[in-house]
């Protein structure tokens, strides 16, 4: 039985649960989603680093990558 096959029995299967079944399978996606997570991994400091990062970018304050590769042409 090929994926697509197998997610459409899936969601028939899904149609027919009750609510504790239900606050189940949420919980498992939820935590399944949460280890495929690579930002929820990260120490404080790191979270903090990116952040200030987004807002770096957010408000230009940041060098383009030809300017950098300019820079350090001369080690390529």
């Not at 399944?32 to 230009?60: C, F, P, R, T, V």
């Not at 940041?62 to 042409?73: A, I, L, P, Y």
């Amino acid at each position: 039985m090929d994926l697509a096959t197998r997610k459409y029995n899936f969601i028939q299967e899904l149609t027919m649960v009750d609510e504790t079944i239900m606050l189940h399978l949420e919980k498992v996606l939820k935590e399944i989603k949460k280890e495929h997570d690579w930002y929820e991994k990260l120490d404080s400091d790191e979270k903090d680093e990116i952040e200030i990062g987004i807002q770096q970018a957010n408000e230009n304050e940041f060098v383009s990558n030809d300017e950098v590769m300019s820079k350090f042409s001369i080690w390529h």
